[in-house]
């Protein structure tokens, strides 16, 4: 198995649908986290867990909803999206030595790549 | 200006060339990562550094903290080597990664 697992690879959703990305580290890290990749600008960061809590938001929109149900799993819920929301979303995983932080050698998925039509 | 910067922002190659690609930053750092991207998406950790120098097969990289500068080199480079670099630092200040827009590399045979 590979280290961090995302599903699903590709995504073509309409304005109106709901729809979830999932990861899933086999690693053992105790923190993980959403990133959006969009062409031309640097990985800007969503969401992290750290130890399961939510310590970051970073101002993302609420059209965006992150689960993180076990130390393991990772969701990020997708609704009423709009266009410039299609990107590359990555999920990440790192054992971090202060709760909170996020400077430690991330382990990435391979990427959900969104389209919103 | 962006907190970290790379340069070049496209570079291309013949297969066996050195390459040097190059990252400057302007914050306090904890360590500097460098970052490998292939066509599809996933991204592999290459190196994390605070000082010095590291050395994985044909890939080299090198920080000066004094400078704020960072390289990372590329031995007899290879087509697979073809992919975006990204550099990354660990800000001190706010204990979060700070990322570059990367370096897309194109090595041809």
């Known amino acids: 198995e590979t280290g961090v697992t995302q599903t699903p690879r590709h995504l073509v959703m309409g304005m109106t649908n709901k729809k979830s990305l999932k990861c899933e580290q086999h690693?053992?890290?105790?923190?993980m986290y959403w990133y959006k990749q969009s062409a031309k600008k640097p990985l800007e960061l969503m969401f992290v867990?750290?130890?399961?809590?939510?310590?970051e938001n970073n101002s993302v929109p609420s059209r965006f909803s992150p689960e993180c149900p076990n130390s393991s799993h990772l969701f990020l819920h997708l609704h009423t999206l709009q266009p410039e929301d299609s990107a590359l979303y990555l999920c990440?995983?790192?054992?971090?030595?202060?709760?909170?932080?996020?400077?430690?050698?991330?382990?990435f998925g391979e990427g959900s790549r969104l389209t919103v039509l | 200006k962006n907190e970290v910067e790379q340069s070049p922002q496209n570079l291309t190659a013949q297969e066996g060339e050195f390459i040097t690609i190059n990252c400057s930053y302007s914050v306090g750092i904890s360590a500097l990562h460098w970052l490998q991207q292939h066509p599809g998406g996933g991204i592999v950790s290459l190196f994390m550094?605070?000082?010095g120098k590291k050395k994985h097969g044909r890939l080299i990289a090198t920080i000066n903290i004094q400078e704020k500068h960072s390289s990372l080199h590329i031995t007899a480079s290879h087509p697979r080597d073809s992919a975006v670099y990204i550099c990354?630092?660990?800000?001190?200040?706010?204990?979060?990664?700070?990322f570059g827009t990367g370096t897309r590399l194109q090595v041809f045979p």
């Open positions: 550094l605070s000082s």
């Open positions: 690693l053992g890290h105790n923190a």
């Open positions: 867990y750290s130890l399961e809590e939510r310590v």
């Open positions: 990354a630092v660990g800000a001190v200040e706010t204990d979060k990664l700070i």
């Open positions: 990440a995983s790192s054992q971090e030595t202060k709760l909170g932080s996020s400077t430690g050698e991330l382990f």
